[in-house]
């Protein structure tokens, strides 16, 4: 089945709601996330529901069926590749290319996905630490903390960053943090939940609860 390229950037949403919701998705949540007035995101919610890649009833919560999961789950996997790709072989920064990603996701070609795949290696993560789908559609997993929930003083390895947004990327090459980075927590304060962090070799930083919830690490 093909898809306009709104539809797929709609499948997508949906799906990163659906997994940050307990599949309790509404319209005004999705509207919001796609930045389109609700009148417009219902007429495309009728469109998919019509397609059988959604379950929808006007005013009530919905989710994806199982193809309109298993399309989701295609769409963000090419987007993850193509991710590794301009970050591990063209060098791009990773800041740089969730847009340009964007487009990318967007080509049909299964042949191209599978090349793309095989000359990567077979990645599982992206450059965030996403976690790459496979051809099958399952998710590698880890067990990752964030830093609110890091013991003291125990070392760990930065593995994923939950919000990806530019503001976020700026404060993260800041402090020189990304994925890989060693560190440890040396303090909390009670008075704002701030953290006082080490990486690396760096000298000690402090960083705000909001930063330090959208940093994942592994043990």
């Not at 795949?117 to 099958?136: A, M, R």
């Not at 559609?137 to 964030?146: A, D, R, T």
């Not at 830093?147 to 503001?167: F, G, H, M, N």
Request: include cysteine; proline fraction near 4%; charge should be neutral.
């Amino acid at each position: 089945m093909k898809f306009t390229t709104s539809e797929e950037n709609y499948l997508k949403n949906i799906y990163h709601l659906q997994v940050m919701h307990d599949k309790k998705v509404s319209a005004s949540m999705l509207s919001e996330t796609v930045n389109t007035r609700a009148a417009s995101v219902t007429d495309m919610l009728k469109k998919l529901h019509k397609k059988k890649l959604l379950h929808y009833e006007p005013y009530k919560h919905f989710h994806l069926t199982e193809t309109g999961n298993r399309a989701a789950i295609e769409i963000i996997r090419k987007h993850r590749l193509w991710e590794f790709f301009l970050v591990n072989i063209l060098k791009f920064k990773w800041d740089e290319v969730h847009e340009i990603a964007e487009e990318l996701e967007h080509v049909s070609s299964t042949e191209l996905v599978i090349r793309l795949e095989q000359f990567l290696g077979f990645p599982s993560f992206d450059p965030h630490g996403d976690p790459i789908p496979n051809s099958k559609g399952k998710m590698p997993e880890q067990e990752q903390l964030s830093l609110e929930a890091l013991p003291l003083k125990q070392a760990a390895t930065v593995s994923y960053i939950r919000d990806q947004r530019i503001a976020m990327m700026d404060i993260l090459a800041h402090y020189q943090i990304k994925i890989g980075s060693r560190l440890k927590v040396i303090r909390r304060f009670d008075f704002d939940e701030s953290i006082e962090i080490k990486v690396d070799k760096q000298p000690a930083a402090t960083i705000s609860k909001q930063v330090a919830a959208n940093i994942y690490c592994t043990i």
